[in-house]
């Protein structure tokens, strides 16, 4: 068979394994590893040409992944990230790799094997956690703020990594030679900042008249950084030469456009990469990896979320909060096969640290994904074991006994713009899961309790049922659901105003007998068309309303 025959072939083969990855709810990472270890079985890479092929192929999906990334996350991203987050990030990152390098030294790996297995255990998929969360809704939620807010840092950590892996990539001893590659790279860093203030920007401006061109400018540029920055003279890897080049262009306005069009591009070659990892795992070897890999994989679909859990109680969050924050760690992130990858390539440490990451990789995104889907369920079961991640006294907490009064859930944008208005109705009092918030609250003296929509342990301490008016502002139907059932069996029953994320879930809350169902883009649209409807196009009108809007808003 060509060369050309035996890269369908293995491309047709990723593609099916991919789909039906797809179609359990899987990554598709996974569908691709599992076509690398189908290729191995079978010897369809066999051919040095081929192998060579797929592999420089899989290091341009790297290179052209870290120049999305560069794009992406621009350096101003990092000073963004809140303090929960850098902490619950830093915090993870270091307890994770310690404890994971024991493991691994305690199954019998050597210190650098160790340490590298440590760092890999470390990283979540940013990928995969973000689209979970947006399936279910949650991207917008306090535990998905978190959890993204912490993968986040744990991407930056991971360049970070990245970069110093890069300056071993020469075969040198001492630390003279080691230390002129990190001047280079530091100079490199430099020169890439001062492009992208004004030169790449205005060049990139120039270009965006044609998409076509400013595709493969887009790509000629990445290519040519790569080559630059892997040069004898530069001493880094193609790799960061993508990342590099990213970073140069994330102030062009242009930089989502160029992104959206390499995106398939990365696809293509990145597909090759987890392929050629895949055919790295030696099936005769795969017996003497059970334990550890096995060993390993637990520690990260149960260690790993314990230790997110932990920190966030620590810092005052509630045991549910918490816990599925702490789930979406459960898996290892494609970052992690890749950290391990370069430094097998560069001869850090031994193949078959590859092989064992792969199979935790396997385990853990295909048991992490199922686990993050029924986290509300695994919570529901487990929440009353879980009582010693919540710091207790850590807010203090206010109840309203009496009858008549109003309760509001969630403390978010919308129902700090609707508590002032609602203290005029009657007494009111806020309760919302966000120790920040509360604690705010508390300094205002408002009337707040710390807790959850879905904690029915607190409906009698704030006297939900006895209450003239109840508001959620939180868009998840089911704690909307279960809060509707507990207020529904009462001969006078609070009126219910409930907040859903589209007409589908109102429609449900609605039969389920709420009073009113907010849902924000129709009440927003509905809004608008009033203004037109009243004002029509009055300019000065929208002008003064937009002043107000900002005023209201800061």
Known sequence: MTVFGELALILGLAAILGLAARALRQPVILGYILAGVLVSIFGLAGRPDVADLINLMGRLGVTFLLFLVGMELPLDDLKKLGKTALLTGMGQIIITSVIGYSLARGL??????????????????????????????????????????????????????????????????????????????????????????????????????????????????????????????????????????????????????????????????????????????????????????????????????????????????????????????????????????????????????????????????????????????????????????????????????????????GHNRMGEMLRPALTKLGEVVVVDFNPEVVANLVRDKVNVVYGDVADVEIYDEIGVKNASLVISTVSDVLDNLQLVRELNGKSKRPTLILTAADGADAQRLYRAGADYVLVPHAVGGEYLAHIFTTHGLDKKFLSDLGKRHVEKLQ
């Open 108 to 409: 019998g790996f050597g210190s650098f094997e160790a340490v590298y297995l440590g760092i890999a255990l470390t990283f979540s998929s940013t990928i995969v956690i973000v689209r979970l969360l947006s399936e279910k809704g949650e991207l917008q939620s306090l535990h998905g703020k978190l959890a993204v807010g912490s993968l986040l840092v744990q991407d930056f950590v991971a360049i970070g990594i990245l970069v110093a892996l890069a300056g071993f990539s020469q075969e040198v001893a001492g630390w003279r030679p080691v230390a002129a590659v990190i001047v280079k790279g530091l100079v490199a860093i430099g020169v890439t900042i001062g492009l992208s203030g004004v030169v790449l920007p205005k060049l990139v401006k120039f270009l965006s008249d044609s998409t076509e061109v400013l595709f493969v400018s887009s790509v000629a540029w990445c290519l040519g950084v790569a080559a630059i920055v892997a040069s004898p003279a530069v001493g880094l890897s193609m790799e960061i030469g993508g990342l590099l080049a990213g970073l140069a262009l994330a102030n062009a306005n242009q930089h989502l456009q160029m992104a959206a069009r390499v995106k398939p591009l990365r696809d293509f070659f990145l597909t090759l990469f987890f392929v050629s990892l895949g055919a790295g795992i030696s099936i005769g070897e795969i017996g003497s990896w059970l334990v550890p890999a096995g060993v390993l994989s637990a520690y990260v679909l149960v260690g790993n979320p314990l230790i997110m859990m932990t920190i966030l109680g620590a810092m005052g969050y509630a045991k549910r909060t918490a816990f599925l924050a702490g789930l979406s760690m459960g898996q290892i992130s494609e970052f992690s096969l890749i950290v391990v990858a370069t430094a097998v390539r560069v001869g850090l440490t031994d193949a078959r640290i590859l092989g064992v990451t792969a199979v935790v990789g396997i385990v853990t995104m295909t048991l992490g994904s199922y686990m993050m889907m029924s986290a509300k369920y695994m919570y529901a079961r487990l929440g009353r074991w879980l009582p010693f991640w919540e710091r207790k006294g850590s807010v203090k907490e206010f109840g309203a006994k009496k009858a008549g009064h109003i309760v509001l859930f």
